[in-house]
């Protein structure tokens, strides 16, 4: 009897131990598997989810700016004129040709980044092959309520676009700011610290100023950070404007455009056209197709891309071990819809 109860309480085996040992490694090893598999999945899908958003939101400011090319409040682009003390431009700072911020010509422009990633005389940071987007416009905001009630009243240049606009209303001019005073039949470009004269027989009898907006917008490489949707506007700095850069979007590592073009008889766009097919055809631009190419921060070693990317009719192969996403989105332009079929008229 006692050896029978000595026995049973012996306790397990080196075999059984084993076996034990064995079942819970494997257990383990499951749960790791899982859990590995869980976090690899998460993060893919966080990843994803901030690519998508981040190239959404520069989207949001491309097609932003878009809308508004082209609005110069009460005329076209063409029936203004410059100030003779509009500051001169600094060396080295202005982008060249149809780009310049001062030729209001094509309020609308596009080129490629060289293989330098230089472009329009004004970039050298830019992602080689990426496509810059120039945009000329006025923020959408008239400095003045509306009609005067005495059109004839000077007002004092240093400080006030409007003493007189019917509710008391009275709106500061910035200094350093670029504006452009409008009427129904002429503008003019000016700095803030001196404003054209709005009384009868004056400037711009009546005008209305708004706030001049030059917006370009590129892809920016930057040394040991992911590259960024940036653009260069235009600041007073001492005498001189100058363009400075402003980083927008990080991960933005391509942008491409097509152009639609309208029939000049009916306004409606009749084909899209390559950036590089659009010399003598800004004008005729009513709509614009926008590609965005967005890629992570960094690399993840367990992922690898092996996918091409069609962005503006071109096929974009990247190698390598980044995630991306592309969005692709077109958009109708009103305000050169408006001109081409007021012209047409």
Known sequence: MRRGLRQRQMGISAIELMIGMVLGLILIGGSITIFLASKRSYT?????????????????????????????????????SLAANLPAI?????CSGDAAPYELDNYLFAAVADSNGDALGCITDAEPGSHVLVIKSVIPAPLTDGPRVNPDAEVDPDAEVDAEDGDGTIEALVATQTYVMTNDTVGIMFAGGSQPSISTGGDVPGGVAWAYQYEVFY?????????SLSRKILTLVGSEMTLTTEDLVEGIEDIRLRFGLADLAAGEVDSYT????????????????????????????????????SMAGASITRADNFRRVLITTSMSLRNPKLLIRGNAA
């Open 44 to 80: 893919e899908v966080e990843q994803v989810s901030a690519l998508s958003e981040n190239a959404q939101f520069a989207q949001r400011l491309l097609s932003n700016a878009l809308m508004h090319a082209g609005f110069f409040g009460e005329v076209q682009s063409n029936r203004i």
């Open 90 to 94: 600094a060396s080295g700072s202005n």
């Open 219 to 227: 892809v920016r490489k930057r040394d040991n950070l992911p590259p």
């Open 274 to 309: 390559a950036l590089a097919s659009m010399a003598g055809n800004w004008g005729r631009v009513v709509s614009t197709e926008i590609s965005v190419l967005v890629r992570s921060p960094t690399e993840d070693p367990s992922y690898v891309n092996p996918k091409s990317y």
